[in-house]
Nanobody
Framework: VQLQASGGGLVQAGGSLRLSCAASGSIFSINRMGWYRQAPGKQRELVATITSGGSTNYADSVKGRFTISRDNAKNTVYLQMNSLKPEDTSVYYC???????????????WGQGTQVTVSS
């Protein structure tokens, strides 16, 4: 199983970016997908998660500015980021808690990370 993230980049404060992350490989089902971020010298933190049924959870720092969504048919999760602030600058990692199609075990996978830089 692989998670391929894309969509990061450099944007000015107040701007928007959309991240995408597609899961591929031997997948039976995906329960929860999400985004986390890690700034230099800091711990990785939750940004947002979404279940297969569409229930969402957001960090307080991004509520009202970021929106997580997913396309279950494409095994893809998106993160629409609006009103970006310099403090949103981080490497963003996608995450999937899924059932493997080969072993039928529940496993957590991480994408490779995509850099988001917000200039002031």
């Amino acid at each position: 199983v692989q998670l391929q993230a894309s969509g990061g980049g450099l944007v000015q404060a107040g701007g928007s970016l959309r991240l995408s992350c597609a899961a591929s490989g031997s997948i039976f089902s995906i329960n929860r997908m999400g985004w986390y971020r890690q700034a230099p010298g800091k711990q990785r933190e939750l940004v947002a998660t979404i279940t297969s049924g569409g229930s969402t959870n957001y960090a307080d720092s991004v509520k009202g500015r970021f929106t997580i969504s997913r396309d279950n048919a494409k095994n893809t999760v998106y993160l629409q980021m609006n009103s970006l602030k310099p403090e949103d600058t981080s490497v963003y990692y996608c995450n999937a808690f899924l059932v493997s199609g080969s072993s039928y075990n529940s496993v957590t996978y991480w994408g490779q990370g995509t850099q988001v830089t917000v200039s002031s």
